[in-house]
């Protein structure tokens, strides 16, 4: 078999995974996360959550794909043959978010076009669900395509496309090098604009401002871990399929550390950039902060546009915002992209440029449901169903088996070698016991939640079809992938 492609540098690894753990959740879940969870105070189970989940599992996560040299079926069939079928469902919800996370990016390249001469009008709400969406009743009534929509999820695709089958140095690595650093310094750029605007302070003493009786309540707690876990692109297929490609001594550890806080990182530079903007809205129409702050795509597209209107020099900041968030979308979906692609090509020994072609061919076809008037709706129950039910149970199926049927040692071996700061008994600790019983819980109570009341008041016929029967499809599916005839070299040995 051919030699396994390898970054060309330890920057350009350390870039690919930030790029895929920076994302739009980033820009619009972190700084409402930490507004509704006691302000600054938040950020204390917040770096708690870092230092005992967060860096853990992204150290198992490279130690994994470092050691096993392969996508996350060919590290789970050499982990022991019989879970190969985890690798597989892992990869399945990847394609399964790489389709209708596509949609978002486009509707962020289409607002960075409406940025320039705020065609959103005043009533940023109203076009955004009704002249630009065209929102129909329910999910299964689609409607007509929203081509400038399409136009640019094609072009997203596009994009994804040639970066992955330049290659992993070549194309994701170069593309990653450039959106990265260019994304923190737009950023940079935006904080230092905002951040003098009247009424910013205000915005940012509602974030910051810490209420410290809120570290009482465990589900603070919980949503700290669940932010962590949701932003770090861990549990599905991407970060093993990122490290495998790095060169036989890299420093896991190091990369493991400095890629999780410069997520983390991102995330606060993000809230302050996004409070800031609040503020000044509250300051320009007489409100509270408390009262234009929201959350999810609302907050980028009504809320933000809503504040746009009310800015001095309202074209610089609208188009640079949703430059931001294609930027930040974009690498995210590369890596998501990839993840699939080094699937198929260990297993079945296809060409890269073969493979990628398929996988963005069906990609794309099936992103045209996501751009209907229906669209939203779909990609509402379907992200639901993947965060909170999909990625989290997971996430704790390899956890659990890494903990308590593998073992951690041959791991922690293996990652303690070739870096320059070692895990001990602590690490070990923190993914038996801290990460097992935070993602458990939070898997069950999502279930329980969503079994007794219906999502967003959703039909149960919408959220069978759409949302719960996502896990039992792709656990089928992985099954068959499973069986499926591999190249010679695909099974090794632990």
Not at 441 to 452: A, C, E, H, K, L
Request: proline share 3%.
């Amino acid at each position: 078999m051919a030699q396994r492609e390898q970054w060309g540098s330890r920057a350009g690894f350390v870039l690919a995974a930030v790029g895929s753990a920076i994302g739009l959740g980033n820009i619009w879940r972190f700084p409402y996360m930490a507004y509704e969870n006691g302000g600054g105070a938040f950020l204390i189970p917040y770096i708690f959550a870092l230092l005992t989940a967060g860096i853990p599992f992204m150290i198992l996560e490279f130690g994994m794909g470092h050691k096993f040299r392969g996508s996350a079926p060919k590290v789970f069939s050499r982990i022991g043959t019989k879970w190969e079928w985890l690798g597989w469902m892992q990869v399945l919800v990847a394609l399964v978010i790489s389709i209708y996370y596509v949609a978002v990016i486009g509707w962020t390249i289409n607002y960075t076009g409406f940025a320039v001469n705020q065609a959103w009008g005043s009533d940023p709400k109203g076009f955004f669900f009704g002249e630009y969406l065209g929102l129909t009743g329910s999910p299964l009534e689609l409607g007509g395509i929203r081509w400038p929509i399409l136009g640019a999820c094609t072009m997203a695709w596009a994009i994804t496309w040639l970066a992955c089958t330049s290659g992993i140095r070549k194309g994701i690595e170069r593309a990653c090098k450039v959106l990265i650093p260019l994304l923190f310094v737009l950023v940079l750029v935006l904080i230092f604009r905002v951040v003098n605007l009247p009424g910013a302070a205000t915005g940012l003493d509602y974030l910051f401002n810490p209420d410290f009786s809120k570290l009482a309540d465990f589900s603070v707690w919980a949503d700290a871990y669940g932010q962590i876990f949701f932003s770090l692109s861990v549990g599905f297929a991407i970060m093993l399929a990122y490290s495998s490609y790095l060169p036989k001594e890299a420093d896991i550890n190091n990369n493991a550390a400095i890629t999780v806080f410069m997520n983390c990182g991102f995330s606060m530079l993000a809230g302050i950039m996004i409070f800031a903007v609040l503020g000044n809205m509250a300051h320009a129409t007489g409100q509270a902060v408390n009262d234009v702050a929201g959350a999810g795509v609302g907050l980028a597209f009504i809320t933000i546009p809503a504040a746009i209107n009310t800015m001095p020099a309202p074209v610089f900041f609208g188009t640079l915002f949703f430059v931001c968030l294609t930027m930040a979308g974009v690498s995210s979906h590369i890596s998501i992209v990839e993840a699939v692609c080094s699937s198929f090509i260990d297993k079945f020994g296809w060409s890269r440029k073969k493979t990628t072609t398929l996988v963005c061919s069906f990609g794309f076809a099936m992103t045209v449901i996501f751009t209907t008037g229906g669209g939203l709706l779909i990609l509402d129950i379907v992200d639901h169903f993947i965060n909170n039910l999909c990625i989290l149970g997971l996430a704790l199926l390899e956890i659990v088996l890494m903990s308590y049927i593998v073992g951690l040692e041959d791991i922690r071996n293996h990652v303690n070698a070739s870096s320059d700061f070692t895990v001990g008994n602590a690490w070990m600790l923190c993914l038996k016991l801290v990460t097992v019983a935070v993602l458990g819980y939070t898997f069950i109570m999502n279930i329980v939640t969503d079994y007794g009341t219906p999502y967003g008041g959703y039909a149960t016929k919408d959220l069978l079809a759409l949302g719960w029967s996502i896990l039992p499809i792709a656990f089928v599916m992985s099954l068959a992938l499973n069986r499926k005839q591999a190249v010679p070299g695909f099974i090794g040995k632990k």
